[in-house]
């Protein structure tokens, strides 16, 4: 299994950027699976930011609401955050995940398959 994360960037505050992640070789059908997208920054813990069930279900952490969308396109394999009105605190490296469990988690310990992170620089 692969998933590809890309589309990250440095972009000033107030900006956006669209981060993408594909997926490859899945072991069942993608549109079984849910997804999700959590960061990372630098001396902190993995936190969850969004995620999309199978059923197209949509969730987002707090700091996110209303500035992130997440979407999906099962026939790519594929999962979108469009990110809006990007703050400095949104910096972090960005991690897609897909979880293949039938109950949908924000924990990432629940998540089976993870990208490799794609890093989102937002500067003041």
């Known amino acids: 299994v692969q998933l590809q994360a890309s589309g990250g960037g440095l972009v000033q505050t107030g900006g956006s950027l669209r981060l993408s992640c594909a997926a490859s070789?899945?072991?069942?059908?993608?549109?079984?699976?849910?997804w999700g997208w959590f960061r990372q920054a630098p001396g902190k813990e993995r936190e969850f930011v969004a995620g999309?069930?199978?059923?197209?279900?949509?969730d987002y952490a707090d700091y996110v609401e209303g500035r992130f969308t997440i979407s999906r396109d099962n026939a790519k394999n594929t999962v979108y955050l469009q990110m809006n009105s990007l703050k400095p605190e949104d910096t972090a490296v960005y991690y897609c995940?897909?979880?293949?469990?039938?109950?949908?988690?924000?924990?990432?310990?629940?998540?089976?398959?993870w990208g490799q992170g794609t890093l989102v620089t937002v500067s003041s």
């Open positions: 995940a897909v979880d293949s469990s039938p109950t949908y988690s924000r924990s990432p310990h629940d998540y089976n398959y």
């Open positions: 070789r899945l072991p069942i059908s993608s549109y079984t699976m849910h």
């Open positions: 999309i069930r199978r059923n197209f279900v949509t």
